[in-house]
């Protein structure tokens, strides 16, 4: 019997054990997609205890607890951060089989040293109490996280209407040891189905932008000003949340009357929204294409499914989920209309789904080019694909259909600065595979080969794609 997280956790032969330790391990981490708080990061923020640090803002651990029947309080409410902790101890043992149970103790392992030990009501205050001290005594900081884990670059996730005040303030901090880039997420500049938050979000744009917004060529004018902002200050990735691919059909009146009629708070229909969203997200995908940024898609996540809980806590606190829409067809021909324009910009698709793991990965090969080796990728398992299964099922679906061997790797996806061992989790998952492969005799014994590509996957391959 394996002892639990040992050294060769999930490493089931000598093979991937060498391909892990030899290769994997070593390489830095690009990690080029995440929600972590940028204004903590240019602060260097001290934090102030392990429930600061690895709870506040993680939905993910949020549903299992409420799944425990653990009291809202706990989880975002008005209880201390002791109590906080202590509810999550008393979850932690039943998430057997989730990735948080994995994900919780390599990450108490990986920065407090806490090893032989399960964090469960029995051991939760010996273990606060010494995470606490380690952060007090070490004066832990996310410049000191990054310096541990050998984070090269982060890519946080930015709002059009966001100064960026912070990512400047980090250009010029020669103390921090990562590059931090922000990433162009306009998911509200699309949003025309709810016209009061749409309206306020364009009037937010109009003061960031120092312009008057009285029609659509002078939001278009904005938001592409703001699309030259980002890019001064080093922005070389978007991002977009859809719960379908859009692709509708669509003129330039037809556009300027749609938004003509939201701001003038005139309900639209859904055809409406669709051609709306259509129009835009060929805009942003242009713009990238001319700048040469890489455009993400996120696809096919419902948000805010309990309608309760999201006016009490709002968007991003746990009540999200996988959808089952259809999506080849539409992303087909959103992609097909770009590259017929010659404006197709390196594109990565993340599904959620993973009934659309082959589609995806087939939908990959309709539109290469010779510009550069994985022009579209096909991201990482995202969210509640974010698993050992998970993992497993992209690598396979990617390989069968496409070249394993380009890919740019994994990302956190996190708002928590204690996520980083998640990128341990995928390297250990993709070792074990090629290596299982090598010794059952499906893959050649090469292992200065298979290993250049391990150490590609990991790191050198997000290098040279994203060129930052």
Not at 176 to 187: E, G, L, S, W
Request: charged share 25%; glycine share 4%; with cysteine.
């Amino acid at each position: 019997m394996k002892k639990f997280l040992d050294e060769d956790f999930l490493l089931q032969t000598e093979t991937a054990k060498i391909l892990y330790h030899n290769y994997a391990e070593k390489m830095p981490i690009f990690d080029y997609h995440c929600h972590l708080p940028v204004k903590d990061i240019a602060e260097n923020i001290q934090f102030k205890n392990i429930t600061q640090l690895w709870l506040y803002g993680d939905h993910y651990k949020w549903r299992l607890m409420r799944s425990n029947g653990i009291e809202e309080r706990y989880c975002t409410g008005d209880a201390d951060d002791w109590e906080k902790f202590y509810a999550w101890s008393k979850t932690v043992p039943y998430t057997i089989r989730n990735p948080l149970y994995h994900w919780t103790h390599l990450e108490l392992k990986r920065y407090f040293g806490i090893e032989n030990k399960l964090l469960n009501p029995e051991t939760a205050k010996e273990i606060y109490d010494h995470c606490n001290r380690y952060i007090k005594e070490q004066e832990l900081t996310p410049f000191k996280i990054f310096k541990k884990f050998n984070i090269k670059v982060i890519c946080t996730t930015d709002d059009p209407t966001d100064t960026l005040e912070y990512h400047i303030k980090l250009k010029s901090d020669k103390n921090c040891p990562t590059k931090i880039y922000p990433t162009f997420r306009p998911d509200k500049g699309i949003a025309v189905e709810d016209s009061v938050l749409f309206n306020k979000w364009v009037d937010n744009l109009s003061k960031v932008t120092k312009m008057e917004i009285n029609n659509f060529d002078d939001y278009l004018e904005g938001l592409s000003s703001r699309h030259n902002f980002f890019h001064s200050v080093g922005c070389r990735i978007s991002d977009h949340a859809l719960e379908i691919p859009v692709a509708e059909d669509f003129n330039y009146p037809m556009i300027r009357n749609i938004f003509k009629k939201v701001r003038s708070g005139e309900k639209i229909n859904n055809q409406e929204i669709k051609v709306f969203k259509s129009y835009m997200m060929i805009e942003f995908a242009k713009w990238d294409y001319e700048r040469d940024w890489t455009m993400q898609l996120h696809i096919c996540a419902i948000r805010n499914n309990n309608t309760k809980m999201f006016k009490l806590l709002g968007p991003d606190t746990g009540f999200d989920s996988i959808g089952d829409s259809e999506i080849a067809k539409p992303l087909s021909k959103f992609l097909d209309k770009l590259n017929t324009l010659g404006k197709l910009p390196k594109t990565i698709i993340y599904n959620i789904n993973p009934k659309d793991n082959d589609v995806i990965a087939t939908m990959l090969g309709n539109f290469q080019d010779c510009s550069i080796p994985g022009k579209i990728q096909y991201g990482s398992a995202w969210w509640f694909l974010d698993n050992k299964n998970g993992i497993e099922s992209q690598l396979k679906s990617l390989s069968n259909m496409g070249l394993l061997s380009r890919f740019i790797g994994m990302l956190t996806d996190s708002r928590s600065f204690m996520s980083y061992p998640r990128h341990e989790y995928f390297r250990r998952i993709l070792c074990n595979l090629l290596g299982n492969e090598i010794e059952n005799g499906e893959l050649p014994a090469d292992i200065l080969f298979i290993g250049k590509i391990v150490e590609d996957i990991c790191y050198n391959n997000a290098v040279n794609y994203f060129k930052i």
